[in-house]
């Protein structure tokens, strides 16, 4: 069965899938792009422990009264090519399951991302992709000056 309420999004980026994939995991890359332009990720709110089972977690500010302190836990880690890991920050034990398919393609990655779980309705899963994809422009941003 397909689950079709979530966040999918395929995006293509000018980096091998090991740089893609390493931006999810490496703390001070995923620190520079996880809140998007709008939003400042201390890179001391940031842990990865990226592996099956292993937790991460990430503080994400968009104003002095505006914290979401996001958490989760890696379900698998395949790298280059997958990442499946949980996401909230709320409270309580709901969870988002984000999955990362990485291939790679002529001049760079081929990313294929959702977030399912669930927990939100199809109107807030509307906004969660246009908030993944303003995300992924500064992933993209942060790629290219690695480069």
């Not at 890179?43 to 968009?62: E, H, N, Y």
């Not at 999955?99 to 399912?116: I, K, N, P, W, Y």
């Amino acid at each position: 069965m397909t689950e079709t309420h979530g966040s999918h999004i395929t995006r293509t980026f000018a980096a091998p899938p090991e740089a893609v994939f390493d931006a999810w995991v490496t703390p001070a890359t995923f620190a520079a792009w996880w809140g998007g332009s709008a939003a400042e990720v201390p890179l001391d709110s940031v842990s990865l422990d990226a592996r099956p089972g292993g937790s991460w977690k990430a503080t994400m500010i968009l104003a002095p009264d505006m914290r979401f302190h996001w958490r989760g836990e890696y379900l698998e880690v395949d790298r280059p090519n997958k990442l499946v890991l949980t996401t909230t920050f709320q409270p309580g034990d709901a969870r988002e399951l984000l999955t990362v398919r990485l291939t790679a393609v002529d001049g760079g990655t081929e990313m294929r991302f959702s977030q399912t779980g669930g927990n939100l309705s199809a109107e807030e899963y509307e906004g969660t992709t246009v908030g993944w994809r303003a995300v992924f422009d500064a992933m993209d941003s942060t790629l290219a000056a690695k480069v």
